[in-house]
């Protein structure tokens, strides 16, 4: 397996537009989450996925950020309109079920690094 | 929810001395702890990871402990060599993981 994919690896874009990020996540795995990174705040967790369906999204900043899972293999990040303060780099990690008592480790992609100017 | 806090944010060692990493953690809940290096530029990585039901993990020249009485966790390098420079985190977890700030390790030859 070639691990998670995420796409683009690197952004740069204007204020005011549109961003969208993608992720592959591993193939068979059950969650799907979306990280944020930055020097001021960290890894922070924007939202995540269980089987496709959103579980958790209270750490998306704004309604200027929404995610997407639409089937088992692909999931989107979308900022818009994007802000030079979004400028950070997204992971996407993948994990599989673990069950309660059991978790699992979270594999992560490569990251885009994006840049609003 | 969740809140972890880590200890130090930078840390320098001679190549050979140990290095210890301290998280401590607030939701007694929280069940895995996984610890993830990161190199410069470079995605997070697992290296080691405890469960609540273990008190102490070792595998080669890394090992974590945990207290969940105290509710905290620490992770110690030994022999420390250049390659370890990296950042740190820790992380505590019921299902997503709450990070750590991160501790940057330099290890000097």
């Known amino acids: 397996d070639a691990g998670v994919i995420q796409s683009p690896r690197h952004e740069v874009t204007e204020m005011g537009q549109e961003v969208t990020l993608r992720c592959k996540p591993i193939?068979?795995?059950?969650?799907l989450f979306w990280y944020r990174q930055t020097m001021m705040r960290g890894l922070e967790l924007l939202i995540y996925?269980?089987?496709?369906?959103?579980?958790?999204d209270s750490g998306m900043p704004e309604d200027r950020f929404s995610a997407k899972m639409p089937n088992a293999s692909f999931s989107t990040l979308k900022i818009q309109p994007s802000e030079p303060r979004d400028s950070a780099v997204y992971f996407c990690?993948?994990?599989?079920?673990?069950?309660?008592?059991?978790?699992?480790?979270?594999?992560f992609g490569p990251g885009t690094r994006l840049t609003v100017l | 929810g969740e809140n972890v806090e880590q200890h130090p944010s930078t840390l320098s060692v001679q190549e050979g001395d140990s290095a210890v990493i301290k998280c401590t953690y607030s939701d007694s809940a929280s069940n895995y702890f996984p610890w993830y290096k990161q190199e410069l530029g470079k995605r997070p990585q697992l290296i080691i990871d405890i469960r609540s039901n273990v008190g102490e993990k070792k595998d080669q020249r890394i090992a974590v402990t945990l207290n969940k009485t105290a509710k905290h966790f620490s992770l110690h390098i030994t022999e420390t060599q250049p390659e370890d420079s990296a950042v740190y985190f820790c992380a505590a977890s019921i299902i997503q993981l709450i990070f750590g700030t991160g501790t940057r390790l330099q290890v000097f030859p």
């Open positions: 990690a993948s994990s599989l079920a673990g069950g309660f008592s059991s978790y699992n480790e979270q594999f």
């Open positions: 193939s068979g795995h059950d969650y």
């Open positions: 996925f269980n089987n496709n369906v959103p579980i958790d």
